[in-house]
């Protein structure tokens, strides 16, 4: 559990992100998928468990910051970017995620935010969900690389398996474009 000492020195950013059907892989590739989704409800749950999270402790909510439809193999989002620059203006000093899956799928920069940048800007960050908590010393190193490992692994592994569900439909001749091509028109129905 998550105890936090001295609650009052904080000003909590508040962020929470969930892919749309697009998930761009490290490659730049854009792959369509629904279990980003599926895996971590909706923003507004996200929104409400990390209110609550911060009224149960008496932590100040400075302001949210929500990329809707933005996939975590990327750190450009535009929430992200204001998030970031209320840290460098010193208007937040606290991060906190539903769980480390919502703040990004890239173990290489999960690292450099937690263990660098993080630090370096006095900002203490929690994935609640997941029991991270960069202000307590119990909170394992390894366990988060380990958990930032698997999200960027979640990210590849869907990203293979829905490649080869495109190759299987393309085999048995079904559509894969989702606009007919120029001077075309979709049939409504096909017999």
Request: glycine share 6%; proline share 3%; net charge neutral.
């Amino acid at each position: 559990m998550i105890t936090i000492a001295n609650p009052e020195k904080y000003r909590a950013g508040l962020y929470e992100r969930l892919s749309n059907e697009n998930i761009e892989v490290a490659s730049g590739e854009v792959v369509v998928s629904k279990d980003d989704e599926l895996e971590s409800g909706s923003i507004s749950t996200q929104k409400i468990f990390n209110e609550d999270f911060c009224k149960q402790r008496n932590i100040y909510i400075y302001d949210h910051y929500t990329d809707d439809g933005v996939s975590g193999a990327t750190f450009n989002r535009p929430d992200f970017n204001r998030m970031i620059q209320d840290i460098e203006n010193k208007k937040i000093n606290m991060v906190i995620v539903k769980d480390l899956s919502r703040f990004g799928r890239l173990s290489s920069q999960i690292s450099y935010y937690l263990e660098e940048y993080f630090i370096e800007k006095g900002v203490r960050f929690i994935a609640v969900t997941d029991d991270i908590d960069t202000g307590n010393s119990e909170t394992s190193e390894e366990m988060m690389n380990f958990k930032a490992f698997f999200n960027e692994w979640f990210l590849r592994d869907t990203s293979k398996k829905i490649r080869n569900g495109k190759k299987t439909r393309a085999k048995e001749g079904k559509v894969m474009t989702t606009y007919p091509t120029y001077r075309l028109q979709k049939r409504p129905t096909r017999p």
